[in-house]
Nanobody
Framework: QVQLVESGGGLVQPGGSLRLSCAAS????????MGWYRQAPGKQRELVAT??????????DYADSVRGRFTISRDNAKNTVYLEMNSLKPEDTAKYYC?????????WGEGTLVTVSS
């Protein structure tokens, strides 16, 4: 099992920034993919960004709606993935979930709420 704990959500004004963190614990060996998803009220959960680690490289994907504003990064020594969010918009308001994939199994955190409002 993999346990994921998100932090860093909160209320921010439009144009502001937030940094989300997701710490992984438990059976964390060979977690190739970690990522962020979000779910707004009344909408389906959607991909925000993922980072896949290979032996000598990594692959990063972003949703079109956040590309250029959000940055995902991973600190393997701390078993933590981050999401730096800049130029936040009201439509970024959602609960943000961390996901880890290990041997084809997906593990999810409980989520952290991000509200963008003036």
């Amino acid at each position: 099992q993999v346990q994921l704990v998100e932090s860093g959500g909160g209320l921010v004004q439009p144009g502001g920034s937030l940094r989300l963190s997701c710490a992984a614990s438990g059976n964390i060996v060979n977690i190739r993919l970690m990522g962020w998803y979000r779910q707004a009220p009344g909408k389906q959960r959607e991909l925000v960004a993922t980072i896949t680690t290979f032996s000598s490289s990594e692959n990063i994907d972003y949703a079109d709606s956040v590309r250029g504003r959000f940055t995902i990064s991973r600190d393997n020594a701390k078993n933590t993935v981050y999401l730096e969010m800049n130029s936040l918009k009201p439509e970024d308001t959602a609960k943000y979930y961390c996901k880890a994939r290990r041997y084809g199994l997906d593990f999810w955190g409980e989520g952290t709420l991000v509200t963008v409002s003036s």
